[in-house]
T-cell receptor, first 114, second 111 residues
Framework: ETGVTQSPTHLIKTRGQQVTLRCSSQ?????VSWYQQALGQGPQFIFQ???????GRGNFPPRFSGLQFPNYSSELNVNALELDDSALYLC?????????????FGPGTRLTVT | GQQVMQIPQYQHVQEGEDFTTYCNSS?????IQWYKQRPGGHPVFLIQ?????EVKKQKRLTFQFGEAKKNSSLHITATQTTDVGTYFC???????????FGQGTTLQVKP
């Protein structure tokens, strides 16, 4: 196992609601990246946080926002949930924000929006 | 925008047969990584390739990075049932950690 944990494991929300997902990075890692993985697709990059600052963002609307704390754990917040937001949300931790860093994924949070 | 394409989408093989998945990027990559995701699981890092023409082996798995750094392949020799899962390539083009994933190739192995 990677040592990356995520909570909750599963979540069911109603369209229009807001959700917060949490990630604890592997010990010693200061960078967290968030991905959305729809069924049958590859993970899509949402954004990355390095030392509490956003360090790159994918093609996701502003209602997807994040936060990284001094202990390098992170949150992903999604406002005004839509049905298409139903997916597996993965966080991955790494040491540093460089382009050659290996990323270690957590088990994911399965979000269902009804 | 940048795209990473993988083929085939699915592959069914008899145990003992070989398997190859191919990855192509629309732009030159600085590096490429390969991940394996078991059904119901999360992506697990396999390897990273950085140099043009690089070839790396892990037991029965052989990874290649193209000379132009726009394509890559993963070859598994003599598949086993434990090889079942979806294999993703993921590439980077910039100095950020942003990874662009392919759609994955799902491998089924019949015993």
């Amino acid at each position: 196992e990677t040592g990356v944990t995520q909570s909750p494991t599963h979540l069911i929300k109603t369209r229009g609601q807001q959700v917060t997902l949490r990630c604890s990075s592997q010990s010693g890692h200061n960078t967290v990246s968030w991905y959305q993985q729809a069924l049958g697709q590859g993970p899509q990059f949402i954004f990355q946080y390095y030392r509490e600052e956003e360090n790159g963002r994918g093609n996701f609307p502003p209602r997807f926002s994040g936060l990284q704390f001094p202990n390098y754990s992170s949150e992903l917040n999604v406002n005004a949930l839509e049905l298409d937001d139903s997916a597996l949300y993965l966080c991955a931790s790494s040491l540093g924000r460089g382009q050659f860093n290996e990323q270690y994924f957590g088990p994911g949070t399965r979000l269902t929006v009804t | 925008g940048q795209q990473v394409m993988q083929i085939p989408q699915y592959q069914h093989v008899q145990e003992g047969e070989d398997f190859t998945t191919y990855c192509n990027s629309s732009t030159t990559l600085s590096n490429i990584q390969w991940y394996k995701q078991r059904p119901g699981g999360h992506p697990v890092f396999l390897i990273q390739l950085v140099k043009s023409g690089e070839v790396k082996k892990q037991k029965r798995l052989t990874f290649q990075f193209g000379e132009a750094k726009k394509n890559s392949s993963l070859h598994i020799t003599a598949t086993q049932t434990t090889d079942v899962g979806t294999y993703f390539c993921a590439g980077r083009t910039s100095n950020t950690g942003k990874l662009i994933f392919g759609q994955g190739t799902t491998l089924q192995v019949k015993p």
